[in-house]
């Protein structure tokens, strides 16, 4: 959450109030987007969550990647093993055509889980924010990655 609210935690009323009923809103969509919680397969311990949904501006075709791991998690492959997953996913089961991720251009460990899950990078652009994290300054970082380069990698 460093690269997201400057690591001060979500109140619990946020999440209760906002967060969960925003999540649980993809589920009855039906559709097959939606955030999936990361629980560690031996011990069942919570790891944090994946989100995986349509473009936010609509694009059609277009799939938003995204990911919060609690730091025990952080160098241990599960954001990579989940980011591959839910590709897969949208190349084979939802019909998506591009598969797209954002994160500050300072955050290098998120950006490297881009590389290996096959994203590639395309630009780096600037927001304006109320209250700007550090680090904000160097700008956002987008990466992409479409079906046929997908389909070549598998290979």
Partial sequence: MRFLTGGKPVARETIVNETLPRFLAFYAKGDGYGFWAAVEKA???FLGWFE??????GTPGV????????REAWGKGYATEGSRALIRKGFTDLG???IRAE????N????????KAGLTYTRTFHLTW???LPGSE?????????RATWERQQR
């Fill in 43 to 45: 011990t069942g311990a």
């Fill in 52 to 57: 995986f949904r349509p473009a936010k501006d």
């Fill in 63 to 70: 799939v938003e990647l995204g990911y919060r791991l609690r």
């Fill in 96 to 98: 998506a055509q591009r």
């Fill in 103 to 106: 994160t500050m251009a300072v």
């Fill in 108 to 115: 290098t460990r998120s950006r490297r889980v881009m590389e």
């Fill in 130 to 132: 109320d209250d700007p």
């Fill in 138 to 146: 160097h700008g956002e970082v987008e990466y992409f990655l479409d």
